[in-house]
């Protein structure tokens, strides 16, 4: 055997090496994802889109497009506005989800209506109104 008819054999291992490096990479990636819950919301995420995908009509693209310009429109009022609304509004989603998550069940009555006579719960209330109410002209064609 030549020379020449080795560097092909040489350069086919060294390939397969590399391959072979690259898989066990990969493979231990996904081992990750998957023991820290990650590859199970990548797949939920990937059924919701390809719902979301085959919900896609034309009407409903021009729809969804338009909304989306309109809530790009009121986020960069809000930004520029000098207000920090945006942030205070996350920090208090975030708030409210640990919250809710601690509830060993779902409120009752009694305590919404507890809740209802909080000045914050009012406050936010009708923020939640106010933007409702904006939103809603905005919408409007």
Known sequence: MTSAEATPTAERQAQEA???AAGRRLLARVEGLEA????????????AMKALFDAMTPGV???VTMLAAQAGELADE???SGRPVPLDALRAMGAAAQEARAWDRAPRWSHLARLAHDPD???GLGFMLAL???LGKRLTP
Do not use: F, N, V
Not at 36 to 47: F, N, W
């Open 121 to 123: 719960t009012r406050r």
């Open 61 to 63: 693209m021009a729809r």
């Open 36 to 47: 820290s819950g990650a590859l199970a919301l990548l797949e939920d995420a990937a059924i």
């Open 18 to 20: 590399i391959d072979e």
């Open 78 to 80: 809000l930004i520029h």
């Open 132 to 134: 409702a109410h904006h």
